[in-house]
């Protein structure tokens, strides 16, 4: 009989590198003090050693190793594992096949394959190999001749491929503790297949105190795998049309309560009116893009929004997503006329793949660019055409793509967390004919998004301020709020009597914004639930 395979948690992969050590760093020190902060899986990768050198670092691993119960892999080298005895190994597509490393390997070996492609994926499934190591997620310095870039977007359709099978699989390229957890939320797929765990090199090889390093990794990966994957809103809830416009009225005083600090890179046309309407709401605006200094905001503001209609400052937008992310502030993006300009394309593919959106919030067309859908096609920042045949299930599938939550505004605004689809029917036809109605629906949606982290993390709405949350608080309703604190408004605003026309509306919208009460908005509310079945 053969013997059993380890029993492997591949949570906390170390891949080693001993050109990354620190000055004066031994490298069985830091193996050692990383296994105690946590790592779980340990692969002895030596691209230069000569074979008695590999040999005698692998032998003295292993020894480390298994001192702490962790299985321990080489990579590419079969002769190397066979020679001192490895718990598997790993090897990369022009390497070794698995089917041939497998006879020559013992029977409970554990073998591992570098994938970069849903096809590889699922040629290591058919292979037999026991786990894939997916990516790259983002740029590495470990590796040269790096396969292009897959994106935490992209390793949802490779996970995708694992539906079904006991293969795990880990993330791979440029993963460190700053964006573990983006990593970990945005890979999802649409199935709901998470990551078993990531494959870190330099983060942890490279640090003068790897059991720090290793320990904070794992308590992220820890947290994250304790609560069941889902897209900024309430695990398991049941969202009925009643109680959402209870949670939306309490919302409306959870930003007057907090008064966040919205920050705010929005385009030059509505930069006032954004800034009035934040104030109006109970908030405090700032609108900075400098990339200087978005490490120091993004400690005190309460939520971001990210608007392109004028893109003036890429670096910044970068800049303030990643810290936003780091600091676990919600980010808001509305991707103004992302299908004008092949420029604004690549501009939110590269923003969305540096970090993890709370909101998209946009009309037809600018989400049916960002879906690479054809369905909708717009002119310049408007849509063409009467909008999406099936608005509920676009949505549903848009956000379980891209793991946030959906903002899709028009006649009927619809708000999705990929499981649940909410139907907003309020609003005037005069938000039309003033510039920046929608700007103004992102800068209401990121201001409700920041109040209701601050409510979680405050002890407010202890449920959704889990550890292993991207952001605390449910996104799912603020942004509903963010969206009707607007429409609702325009209504009460329009039937005024001082309101004759574009002119005047857009002051009495103010004001109607700053006397919205809990009880205005959760009455005047008009919302509908759909859960729809998607495959």
């Given at each position: 009989m053969a013997p059993s395979k380890p029993i492997v948690d591949y949570s906390l992969y170390l891949v080693t590198g001993r050109e990354l050590l620190p000055a004066g760093k031994d490298y069985y020190e830091s193996l050692e003090e990383s296994l105690q902060g946590g790592v779980s899986l340990v692969q002895i990768r030596e691209k230069i050693a000569e074979t008695g050198e590999f040999l005698e670092i692998a032998r003295r691993s292993k020894e480390i190793c298994h001192k702490y119960n962790v299985p321990i892999l080489i990579n590419d080298r079969i002769d190397i594992a066979l020679a001192m005895g490895a718990d598997g190994v790993h090897i990369g597509q022009t390497d070794m096949p698995i089917a041939v490393?497998?006879?020559?390997?013992?029977?409970?070996?554990?073998?591992?394959?570098?994938?970069?492609?849903?096809?590889?994926?699922?040629?290591?499934?058919?292979?037999?190999?026991?786990?894939?190591?997916?990516?790259?997620?983002?740029?590495?310095?470990?590796?040269?001749?790096?396969?292009?870039?897959?994106?935490?977007?992209?390793?949802?359709?490779?996970?995708?491929?694992?539906?079904?099978?006991?293969?795990?699989?880990?993330?791979?390229?440029?993963?460190?503790?700053?964006?573990?957890?983006?990593?970990?939320?945005?890979?999802?797929?649409?199935?709901?297949?998470?990551?078993?765990?990531?494959?870190?090199?330099?983060?942890?090889?490279?640090?003068?105190?790897?059991?720090?390093?290793?320990?904070?990794?794992?308590?992220?990966?820890?947290?994250?795998?304790?609560?069941?994957?889902?897209?900024?809103?309430?695990?398991?809830?049941?969202?009925?049309?009643?109680?959402?416009?209870?949670?939306?009225?309490?919302?409306?005083?959870?930003?007057?309560?907090?008064?966040?600090?919205?920050?705010?890179?929005?385009?030059?046309?509505?930069?006032?009116?954004?800034?009035?309407?934040?104030?109006?709401?109970?908030?405090?605006?700032?609108?900075?893009?400098?990339?200087?200094?978005?490490?120091?905001?993004?400690?005190?503001?309460?939520?971001?929004?990210?608007?392109?209609?004028?893109?003036?400052d890429l670096d910044g937008m970068l800049a303030a997503g990643r810290f936003a992310n780091v600091n676990r502030r919600p980010i808001v993006f509305d991707p103004v006329g992302v299908g004008a300009t092949r420029y604004r394309q690549?501009?939110?593919?590269?923003?969305?793949?540096?970090?993890?959106?709370?909101?998209?919030?946009?009309?037809?067309?600018?989400?049916?660019?960002?879906?690479?859908?054809?369905?909708?096609?717009?002119?310049?920042?408007?849509?063409?055409?009467?909008?999406?045949?099936?608005?509920?299930?676009?949505?549903?599938?848009?956000?379980?793509?891209?793991?946030?939550?959906?903002?899709?505004?028009g006649v009927q605004d619809y708000v999705s967390d990929g499981y649940t689809v909410v139907r907003c029917s309020n609003g005037h036809k005069l938000l039309g004919d003033i510039t920046g109605s929608g700007c103004m629906v992102g800068t209401s949606v990121a201001t409700f998004c920041a109040a209701e982290s601050l409510e979680a993390a405050t002890g407010g709405n202890p449920s959704v301020a889990h550890d292993g949350l991207l952001v605390k608080g449910d996104m799912l309703v603020a942004a509903v709020a963010g969206v009707l604190a607007l429409t609702v408004a325009s209504e009460f605003a329009a039937a005024r009597e001082d309101v004759f026309g574009s002119g005047t509306f857009l002051p009495a919208l103010i004001d109607e914004l700053g006397a919205l009460t809990p009880e205005k908005l959760s009455k005047a509310a008009n919302v509908e639930v759909f859960r729809p079945e998607l495959a």
């Open positions: 490393a497998r006879s020559l390997l013992p029977a409970n070996a554990i073998i591992g394959m570098t994938c970069n492609t849903p096809e590889h994926v699922r040629q290591a499934v058919k292979d037999g190999a026991d786990y894939v190591g997916v990516g790259p997620a983002w740029t590495t310095q470990t590796k040269k001749n790096l396969n292009a870039i897959v994106g935490v977007r992209g390793l949802g359709d490779m996970l995708r491929e694992l539906d079904g099978t006991e293969v795990k699989a880990v993330a791979i390229g440029g993963i460190k503790s700053t964006n573990a957890l983006h990593c970990l939320h945005g890979s999802v797929s649409v199935t709901g297949h998470a990551l078993d765990g990531l494959a870190i090199v330099s983060d942890i090889v490279g640090s003068p105190e790897p059991k720090l390093a290793a320990g904070k990794l794992a308590s992220v990966v820890r947290a994250f795998k304790a609560h069941s994957p889902s897209s900024f809103s309430l695990p398991g809830a049941q969202y009925a049309p009643e109680s959402i416009k209870a949670q939306v009225g309490s919302l409306v005083s959870a930003v007057r309560k907090h008064s966040p600090l919205v920050h705010q890179i929005t385009n030059t046309v509505v930069t006032n009116q954004s800034a009035n309407a934040t104030l109006a709401l109970g908030a405090s605006p700032i609108m900075a893009s400098s990339a200087k200094e978005m490490e120091d905001l993004s400690k005190v503001t309460g939520g971001l929004l990210v608007n392109f209609g004028t893109i003036q690549t501009s939110a593919d590269t923003l969305l793949n540096t970090w993890q959106a709370t909101v998209i919030k946009g009309n037809a067309g600018e989400l049916s660019a960002i879906a690479k859908s054809t369905e909708v096609q717009s002119k310049g920042v408007d849509s063409i055409g009467q909008g999406f045949a099936d608005p509920v299930t676009f949505v549903a599938q848009l956000a379980r793509k891209e793991r946030c939550i959906i903002v899709l505004t």
